[in-house]
């Protein structure tokens, strides 16, 4: 594609290349440079692309583009290089949202359950659908891992257009807010935007600078969209109704009576070594087989999409009795009296979470096995001990991704939150170790949550990711 088409609708400060020239492919990571291809110079919390722009030339780019001035050949100054990466991006794969439906999903907690319900439920009523999160890439039963929940907006628009050459009807994306700040998900009108959830979080290093500039993030989803779907039950439901322009559709959902989607006579359900939740919508009774009330809250966004979208409430009901989500209050068998839950609780609201909602099933004893991610916010670790010190029987502290930190350091934090509490605790440092001492140390009708990991199949210490996934390491010490 030709270059200026390409650049189309990129306010330009200065050009010292041809824009008649051919561009086979846009990059942003220098490794990948080749011949004729674009490299888009982009700064992170950790790396500035401007500094391999020479390189990128030395290596045959056909141009750079910078939001600085450098001395050199073939180079285009923007004012902003991720808002121009999501332009030139879907310049280049011919605006693939505009030819498929899009549902994104934003908010603190429930991004992930609700995109997966709504995923599943398209695709059993035999709308072809993919999904972009936390999971990865998710067509036709495949699925491309990512680095991030919400990638770079060239990835996104290269799976938009992947979708579309499918024959795929909709896609569902993960809107996190750093994505949603970062301009990955510019250009794109949503058909659908969900609000699940806002509570203090995503605070600090390599983060957000404070909780207004996470909440402003979030909110900018709601200024492109066709219809937003709110929940109208959370502090902050104003500020994101009040953000949606006069134009935009919106539903509300929750157990408030002013929600479209009300759900009533909200039930626990314990079968078949079965943590569920029962409730009902316009006198018609669903059922999810995943613990909590924070649960239903995910099940009724799905519901108000699909709904909106004249999905049967049949095929609605049905696919959310059978879903369940790797990671999340996942039951892991392990033929004994006791029950072993794998969930991705990694900060004090989400833990408190999955805490209490298995408390309220009365277990004889909550064991809750965690540690904290590494170049993380302190306070987020000092509030997790906290919370599993008051919520938890017990409460087992190990590592998790430390990163570049110290395992001692992140321990300590968490530690110096249990003791703002009496909760009992003991500290084993591997997580391995960790998990063999819980199994070995079970009571017959205890629950033990093991936190943090979730969905995640490696541990990254020391700067170096290896493979660990805590349903092979407990089906090895129960058999070994």
Wanted: hydrophobic share 35%; proline share 2%.
């Amino acid at each position: 594609m030709k270059l200026h088409k390409i650049l189309n609708g990129i306010k330009i400060l200065s050009c010292s290349c041809d824009i008649q020239t051919e561009i086979q492919d846009i990059v942003y990571d220098s490794r990948k440079i080749k011949k004729g291809n674009a490299y888009v110079c982009l700064s992170g919390f950790n790396y500035d692309g401007h500094k391999f722009a020479k390189k990128a030339i030395q290596n045959n780019a056909a141009v750079v583009i910078s939001e600085k001035k450098l001395d050199l050949e073939n180079l285009i100054v923007v004012e902003n290089t991720r808002d121009a990466l999501a332009k030139m991006s879907a310049n280049f794969f011919d605006h693939p949202s505009e030819k498929i439906l899009s549902i994104a999903i934003t908010g603190t907690k429930g991004k992930t359950t609700t995109s997966w319900f709504i995923f599943n439920i398209l695709n059993s009523a035999n709308q072809k659908t993919a999904l972009i999160g936390t999971f990865g890439f998710c067509l036709d039963g495949k699925i491309t891992k990512t680095e991030n929940t919400t990638p770079e907006s060239y990835e996104i628009q290269k799976f938009l257009k992947i979708s579309l050459d499918s024959g795929a009807k909709n896609i569902v994306l993960e809107a996190s807010s750093l994505g949603l700040k970062n301009h990955r998900l510019d250009g794109i009108l949503f058909d659908y935007a969900v609000f699940t959830n806002f509570s203090n979080d995503h605070i600090g290093t390599n983060e957000h600078e404070d909780i207004q500039d996470y909440l402003e993030s979030k909110l900018l989803l709601f200024k492109n969209c066709k219809h937003a779907i709110l929940n109208c039950d959370d502090p902050e439901f104003k500020r994101f109704q009040n953000s949606c322009k006069s134009e935009i559709k919106v539903k509300k959902f929750g157990f408030s009576k002013e929600s479209d989607f009300l759900a009533e006579k909200f039930k626990l359900i314990f079968k078949s070594n079965k943590f569920g939740s029962e409730f009902f919508l316009n006198n018609e009774n669903f059922f999810i087989n995943i613990p909590g009330k924070f649960n239903v809250y995910n099940a009724l966004a799905a519901i108000s999409v699909c709904s909106e979208m004249k999905i049967s409430k049949k095929i609605i009901k049905i696919v959310l009795s059978q879903t369940s989500l790797r990671g999340r209050s996942e039951i892991v068998p392990v033929g004994k009296n006791y029950t072993l839950i794998i969930d991705y609780a990694h900060n004090e609201l989400s833990m408190k979470n999955i805490i209490s909602s298995i408390r309220e099933y009365n277990p004889k004893r909550i064991v809750t096995l965690f540690g904290a991610g590494g170049e993380r916010s302190h306070e987020r670790r000092f509030k997790m001990g906290e919370v599993s010190g008051k919520l938890s029987d017990l409460t087992v502290i190990t590592e998790d991704n430390s990163r570049r930190e110290p395992i001692d350091f992140i321990i300590k934090d968490i530690e110096t939150g249990i003791l703002r509490t009496e909760g009992k605790y003991v500290i084993i440092p591997n997580r391995r170790d960790a998990i063999k001492w819980c199994l070995d140390n079970a009571q017959n009708g205890d629950v033990i949550i093991m936190a943090g990991k979730g969905h995640e199949t490696y541990q990254e210490i020391n700067g170096v990711k290896r493979h660990f996934d805590e349903r092979e390491i407990v089906k090895e010490l129960i058999e070994g």
